[in-house]
């Protein structure tokens, strides 16, 4: 079987969750069947893999006709495969072209949902009706749609009432444990003045409206002075946003010692130095298909703070790895809370009790590393990815 693999995103030009699973994904898929990835940026010199740039006549275009132009041309070259597998709207297209030009098996994976993101008209403008459309088209018309959580499923259904829900798979995203694991190593916390032995809360997330973060960084305010706070943020969406964030992290160090704002995007093996020594992770979103961020930081063994939405409650046992925070949410698809001091206030007294039992945050950790390997592991997850394949190519998903 050649199954041919579209996104965005591809190493090293990662930057989020949908980066992640693909890259993970196809490392397993290739020891199964013949995979061929397809991806936006600069050449890439791995083996089966060829990369896109944005066509010339496009090149002072809006960002989603800009898109619409690589998926046309890696729609173009999916010729010959049995299945195309596509990653996020961006790519969705080329899923969906690749499907009528060739009459081949479109999949695609559900990492997000631009109804739930109106945000992203501030980033896109008008491009924004594109992504939306491109994203409704192909979903409508897709053989097998994978979603990355229960939570998920639910949401696509809810958002697109005429996707047959006998389509729609649950599953889960994945965590690599040869990887992702305690490191005892400091020199980052030393590079950064941090001190690895202090109670610590740390964020790791863009900033985006999804991830929540000033909601977070309000709740910050009433951790107990000695308890540092690292937050691993960058790329923001918009200026609005950068602004609004750079503001609030101004008024917290104000108010607080021990704040560090880390900006770039941290090597894998860094980055396991400070969630290994840090007492909690913190999520905070307001949108999360999955969080493989929480899965990253369970592996390191740490507990996870997390908002109680989306698919976060099938990640964090809530009690046993972690702490579940409640949230009422508004239905005009941003996902705020209908009560925002409320939430603030909830976010807050979670992790405060995580901090003040530190021998119950360590057995939350183990527990919390151990449900990691158990349960989220890319060999379970690309066997039941290839039975949604098969599936398909069946006529039966």
């Not at 602004?243 to 093996?269: C, Q, W, Y």
């Not at 290994?276 to 999520?283: E, P, W, Y």
């Amino acid at each position: 079987m050649r199954v041919d693999i579209v996104t965005k995103e591809y190493p090293p030009a990662i930057y989020g969750g949908a980066g992640v699973h693909v890259d993970e994904l196809s490392k397993v898929l290739r020891n199964r069947v013949d995979v061929r990835v397809r991806c936006f940026g600069e050449k890439r010199e791995a083996p089966g893999v060829q990369a896109y740039s944005v066509p010339a006549t496009l090149a002072n275009a809006n960002s989603a006709l800009q898109t619409f132009g690589i998926d046309l041309a890696m729609a173009e070259d999916c010729a010959g495969a049995d299945l195309v597998h596509s990653h996020t709207w961006y790519a969705n297209f080329a899923g969906f072209a690749a499907q009528q030009l060739h009459s081949i098996p479109h999949v695609l994976s559900a990492h997000s949902l631009e109804p739930l993101r109106p945000w992203k008209a501030e980033q896109l403008g008008g491009g924004y009706r594109l992504s939306s459309f491109a994203e409704k088209t192909a979903y409508e018309n897709a053989d097998g749609i994978i979603a990355v959580s229960g939570g998920m499923r639910e949401d696509i259904l809810r958002s697109y009432p005429n996707v047959d829900p006998s389509r729609v798979h649950v599953v889960h995203n994945g965590i690599d444990v040869t990887e992702w694991k305690p490191n005892p190593a400091t020199d980052v916390h030393e590079r950064y003045g941090i001190d690895p032995t202090a109670p610590t809360v740390i964020f790791v997330g863009r900033i985006t409206r999804q991830k929540g973060l000033p909601y977070l960084l309000r709740a910050l305010r009433t951790l107990e002075q000695g308890v540092q706070v690292i937050l691993c943020a960058g790329a923001p969406d918009t200026p609005e946003i950068a602004a609004e964030v750079e503001n609030l992290v101004t008024d917290l160090k104000t108010a607080r010692e021990g704040v560090f704002l880390i900006s770039e995007m941290l090597p894998r093996h860094e980055l396991t130095q400070l969630l290994s020594h840090a007492t909690t992770f913190v999520c905070p979103s307001v949108y999360e298909p999955l969080g493989i961020v929480n899965l990253e930081a369970m592996a390191c063994g740490i507990p996870v703070v997390g908002t109680a939405t989306g698919g976060i409650p099938e990640v964090i046992v809530d009690g046993e790895t972690g702490i579940l925070v409640p949230i009422e949410q508004v239905s005009d698809g941003t996902g705020a809370p209908v009560n925002p001091e409320k939430f603030v206030a909830d976010l807050a007294d979670a992790l405060n009790d995580t901090i003040a039992n530190p021998e119950r945050a360590r057995a939350w950790g183990k527990a919390a590393q151990q449900r990691a390997r158990d349960h989220f592991s890319w060999e379970s997850i690309a066997d039941r990815t290839l039975e949604v394949y098969n599936a398909v190519l069946r006529g039966d998903a």
